[in-house]
């Protein structure tokens, strides 16, 4: 094959897929007997297999990525022509687009000032923890080391990252991981009793469940603490908001004990909560913040670590010491296509005013899911910001036993036979892959939102009743 192919040559396709291809996420032995999917174009909010099936993405490329759907052709645009300008240049020196991106993007984050180009979301916490540790034996002796993460975040896929991991089933088996990583509870109010604060409620709960993580660094010690990294809506984990108080709290509790806050906005960054990064939902100031997926929508690789210049400056204040720069390099950082692609990404969402539509669509969802919710009991808690959302099946109501993660699978399944794709938490946590998950592109019409709800509402009559 010369690098096209037409409808002729999709069963050759499939064959060198099915010899030569490694898939995420996924068990190959089913496709000794059957094919696998293979996903040939996309326009809007829809994509189209081999088979010539249509299907409607309620996940935005399978894993919240698509903000601005697909066949956007002046993002395609920009990308061939910075391409053909200058593809690629190591981020020792700057280049254009990835000058103006940083400007525009910067402009999007009061309080923050400079942007680290890197090559994927895992690398970009990577950068932070790198940071953080650098930090430590700069500023602090050798101290402050210790990492904190949250029970049931999730932040990557590198040993680093999953050291940072708190979805068990996802770590099984590739330990031991690296020292100086401490998990913390999770905030969850639909499974209060789990964290011993069944008796408390909204906010007095929010601040209950930030005391948690105080009581974590009082175990380890404050001057051992260096950072606490945390998604702003714990996405993988079960789609969880944060209730009110938690985050104030949460940021006090780090300027008390000189602990850097990063949030990973990997998932929420640039649109899917309705506003350009979820933590401005909750009047916060972060230390660090780390964006990939809805950047450049999966047009380019892009994904970035932002921060203040507090902390940028620590690292040009003695230019004597030869090892006070941060030593670090992300070969795919200096690629030029990613920042082109993510200047028109964030033009789009401005000119077409998807941050208001994500935000409109996301409560026309969200009533929806909650009509659901009254007919069927299996549905125990509905949650999510924008077009972000989770329904959590439980067996019972009362118990919050949740289904078995088959059942769950079976809901994605009917799903998908009236060409829906939904999401589920699956092999994270174990006991509790019981979430299915919704994250449609920012431009989702009412019409999209009402096929995708209709389509959960048979999915759950057919498993379930």
């Known amino acids: 094959m010369d690098g096209t192919f037409n409808d002729n040559d999709l069963s050759k396709v499939v064959a060198a897929d099915k010899a030569n291809v490694w898939h995420h996420l996924s068990q190959h032995k089913p496709y000794e007997t059957s094919d696998p999917r293979i996903i040939v174009e996309g326009k809007g909010m829809r994509v189209w297999d081999q088979n010539g099936k249509e299907w409607l993405d309620a996940v935005s490329g399978g894993v919240w990525t698509v903000n601005v759907g697909y066949g956007r052709e002046s993002i395609c645009d920009a990308v061939r022509d910075q391409l053909m300008k200058l593809c690629y240049f190591a981020q020792v020196a700057g280049s254009v687009p990835g000058a103006l991106f940083a400007e525009k993007l910067i402009s999007k984050m009061p309080g923050m000032s400079r942007v680290y180009y890197t090559n994927s979301g895992s690398e970009a916490n990577e950068k932070v923890f790198k940071l953080v540790r650098q930090i430590a034996h700069k500023k602090y002796g050798g101290k402050k080391t210790k990492i904190l993460y949250r029970d049931r975040d999730y932040h990557g896929s590198t040993l680093a990252t999953m050291s940072a991991g708190g979805q068990q089933e996802r770590n099984a088996q590739y330990g031991p991981f690296a020292p100086d990583f401490v998990r913390v509870p999770h905030c969850m109010e639909y499974r209060k009793h789990e964290l011993g604060l069944e008796h408390l409620s909204g906010e007095e709960f929010g601040r209950a469940a930030a005391d948690l993580i105080e009581e974590v660094i009082l175990r380890e010690g404050p001057e051992t603490v260096g950072l606490l ?206 979430t299915l998950c919704f994250s449609p592109a920012l431009i989702a019409t009412k019409a999209d939102i009402d096929a995708i709800c209709d389509a959960v509402d048979n999915a759950l009559t057919t498993v379930f009743g």
């Open 229 to 434: 990294c945390l998604e702003p809506i714990t996405a993988g984990g079960g789609v969880i908001e944060a209730p009110e108080g938690y985050w104030p709290r949460v940021r006090e509790i780090c300027d008390k004990y000189d602990i850097l806050l990063h949030i990973d906005e990997v998932v929420c960054g640039v649109g899917r909560t309705g506003k350009w990064f979820g933590y401005q939902h909750f009047g916060i100031e972060p230390d660090f913040v780390t964006m990939a997926k809805g950047v450049a929508s999966g047009y380019a690789a892009i994904a970035c670590m932002v921060t203040t210049e507090k902390v940028f400056d620590m690292f040009k204040d003695d230019a004597s010491d030869p090892l006070n720069y941060f030593r670090d390099i992300s070969t795919f950082g200096g690629c030029t296509a990613g920042p082109a692609a993510a200047l028109v990404n964030m033009q789009i969402i401005e000119d077409e005013e998807l941050l208001d539509n994500t935000t409109a669509m996301g409560e026309h969802m969200k009533a929806r899911f909650l009509e659901m919710q009254e007919k069927h009991a299996v549905i125990g808690d509905v949650r999510g910001l924008g077009l972000f959302q989770g329904l959590e099946l439980v067996q019972d109501r009362e118990s919050k036993e949740p289904v078995p993660e088959a059942m769950a699978q079976k809901v994605v399944a009917e799903c998908g036979a009236q060409g829906v794709i939904i999401g589920v938490t699956n092999r994270s946590i174990p006991g509790r892959n019981n």
